[in-house]
């Protein structure tokens, strides 16, 4: 059964820093793409960023350009968001989330979610 | 504004056929395969229809899902209270190079 963990959610300033980390099992990681996309409390979904199997492709949205970075360790199943710069708009339950392919690119390919964390930027 | 625009609400009788409807452009909807995703109350979101009209197994042949240049649909048939929930449309953009969503349709069932 795939399932995915999310941690590392909670209240932090703006400006301030927080990483997201993701536990993976029941499936081999390094065979897919991954994503990380969030929903703010009663709104619509965004993508935020997706990384392939081997790291080589990595994207985001652009509202978190410069400020985010994803990563990933197939050797621990694991996928990491860090959070720095944060602002009160980036408030959201962000979600883990597993690709169909290997690759980041040309589809929004999601077939595993796991429950979200929720980050809540806040003086 | 989400890139690619779904109605805010849409609404059915229980045994009705309802279609949501998906628009975008020639660099997302236009160019790449479309996905449908369920999202129940507090649950996070799942997987219905994949590269336009293909559904995962589990989920039930009333939901079917199509394209036709730069817009989509899903359509449910024999609509049933538990489709009550929300459904968002996905895309990849090439101008933008990342995934966009729709803006979320909620489905009430009369």
């Known amino acids: 059964e795939v399932q995915l963990v999310e941690s590392g959610g909670g209240l932090v300033q703006p400006g301030r820093s927080l990483r997201l980390s993701c536990a993976a099992s029941?499936?081999?990681?390094?065979?897919?793409?991954m994503h990380w996309v969030r929903q703010a409390p009663g709104k619509g979904l965004e993508w935020v960023s997706g990384?392939?199997?081997?790291?080589?492709?990595?994207a985001y949205v652009d509202s978190v350009k410069g400020r985010f970075t994803i990563s990933r360790d197939n050797a621990k199943s694991s996928l990491y968001l860090q959070m720095s710069g944060l602002r009160v708009e980036d408030t959201a339950f962000y979600y883990c989330?597993?690709?169909?392919?290997?690759?980041?690119?040309?589809?929004?390919?999601?077939?595993?979610w796991g429950q979200g964390t929720l980050v809540t930027v806040s003086s | 504004q989400s890139v690619l625009t779904q109605p805010p609400s849409a609404s059915g009788t229980p045994g009705q056929r309802v279609t949501i409807s998906c628009s975008g452009s020639?660099?997302?909807?236009?160019?790449?395969?479309v996905y449908w995703y369920q999202q129940l109350p507090g649950t996070a979101p799942k997987l219905l229809i994949y590269?336009?009209?293909q559904r995962p197994s589990g989920v039930p042949d009333r939901f079917s899902g199509s394209r036709s240049g730069t817009s989509a649909s899903l359509a449910i048939s024999g609509l049933r209270s538990e489709d009550e929930t929300d459904y968002y449309c996905?895309?990849?953009?090439?101008?933008?190079?990342?995934?966009?969503f729709g803006g979320g349709t909620k489905l009430t069932v009369l």
């Open positions: 029941g499936f081999t990681l390094d065979d897919y793409a």
């Open positions: 989330v597993k690709g169909i392919r290997k690759y980041v690119d040309g589809e929004g390919d999601f077939d595993y």
């Open positions: 996905a895309a990849w953009d090439d101008s933008l190079s990342g995934v966009v």
């Open positions: 590269r336009n009209n």
């Open positions: 990384i392939s199997w081997n790291s080589y492709s990595i």
């Open positions: 020639s660099s997302n909807i236009g160019n790449n395969y």
